[in-house]
């Protein structure tokens, strides 16, 4: 699985609630990463097994959205491109960007996301991200921040103790990260 696997998506609306409960991104929390907001909170190494877990703590684990950063160079592939041509001839024009980077970008303070939706299961094996992805009830929200080798996960008490019975250990949102 992969961000190539779902599907790219243009409502970034649904990721207006996260910039509110979000706290100073300078301030080195764990609430500048995941939401704020949850009953509890917890931290995971690993996240082989982590969509399992999250798809039954919702009402919705066949709608989820996910973010994935729009600074991963890959997604916009070489930084320059050369061209050659004679004097007299028109001046090529550079190819148009792939369909995906001309989506909606959903922004948050320092960092702009694509945006996918698919279902919970899809979120297992992307190499890089997703960075933040959240069930369409929003019962909980994942983030891996892209300077960090790990996950941090915002939901309720039934969650983070299921979470930390498999290997990840309980956080609070003011936490240093």
Request: proline share 10%; with cysteine.
């Amino acid at each position: 699985m992969g961000w190539r696997d779902v599907t790219p998506s243009d409502a970034v609306e649904a990721g207006d609630w996260i910039e509110s409960r979000l706290q100073s991104f300078g301030s080195g929390t764990a609430g500048s990463v995941v939401p704020t907001g949850f009953p509890a909170y917890a931290r995971s190494e690993s996240r082989a097994g982590l969509a399992a877990v999250l798809a039954r703590h919702t009402s919705t684990p066949n709608r989820c959205w996910f973010c994935l950063w729009d600074g991963y160079g890959y997604l916009h592939g070489a930084p320059a491109v050369m061209y050659f041509w004679a004097s007299d001839d028109p001046h090529p024009q550079p190819p148009p960007p792939p369909p995906l980077l001309r989506k909606s970008r959903v922004r948050l303070p320092n960092r702009d996301y694509l945006l996918f939706t698919g279902s919970a299961a899809e979120a297992e094996g992307w190499d890089d991200g997703p960075n933040l992805w959240w069930p369409d009830d929003r019962a909980w929200c994942a983030a891996a921040e892209i300077d960090l080798d790990y996950t941090l996960i915002g939901g309720s008490s039934e969650l983070r103790d299921e979470l930390v019975r498999a290997g990840a250990r309980p956080i609070k949102v003011d936490d240093p990260l």
